[in-house]
């Protein structure tokens, strides 16, 4: 199931159209230190694990540069696509660390032996579910709309599952 789901190229490139609208925004906003025009200036990605679904627009990350001279501070929109400096996506990020107590052993190798990821990265990732999310001004943010509250311990397949949305494409 989640194989077929991660293989459907429709998601990725709607994650890219998010991306292009918040980037969008930002450039319209101008350099935030001297006002000055915001030029493409994007980040060469590599995401592991599922490249056979990935067009072209996965091969960056998209940012800006100011265009003035003295200035020419660097601006990179939030993305959906990409988590922080991570070289997985953040949707493989979010779905293997969920499924991380679901999938029998034999059935969750076989999942990270095609997504490229080794159990010690899997186990970074539940780290950083655990106790890096959990302290981030993001999720501090927002907790407080979660009620009754979510234990760090059940990051992140709790809070996919509390998230309102059709479908599994939706809450991410
Ligand atoms: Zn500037």
């Known amino acids: 199931m989640c194989h077929a789901f991660l293989n459907d190229s429709r998601f990725y490139q709607f994650l890219f159209r998010i991306d292009q609208a918040i980037a969008a925004e930002v450039q319209a906003g101008g350099c935030p230190t001297c006002g000055g025009a915001l030029h493409s200036a994007r980040y060469p990605r590599k995401p592991r ?65 095609t997504l490229e990821v080794s159990p010690q990265t899997l186990w970074r990732w539940c780290q950083w579910w655990r106790e890096s999310f959990p302290a981030s001004r993001p999720w501090q943010a927002a907790k407080g709309y979660f009620l009754p ?24």
């Open 49 to 113: 694990g599922i490249r056979g679904v990935l067009d072209e627009s996965y091969e960056s990350r998209l940012s800006f540069c100011c265009a003035e001279d003295g200035c020419r501070r660097r601006c990179t929109p939030p993305s959906v696509r990409f988590l922080g400096r991570k070289v997985y996506l953040g949707v493989l990020v979010v779905l293997l660390s969920a499924l991380e107590h679901g999938l029998s052993p034999k059935r969750r190798q076989r999942l990270m032996e």
């Open 149 to 172: 509250p979510l234990a760090p311990e059940q990051f992140p397949g709790a809070l996919l599952g509390r998230l309102s949305g059709a479908d599994l494409h939706q809450r991410l």
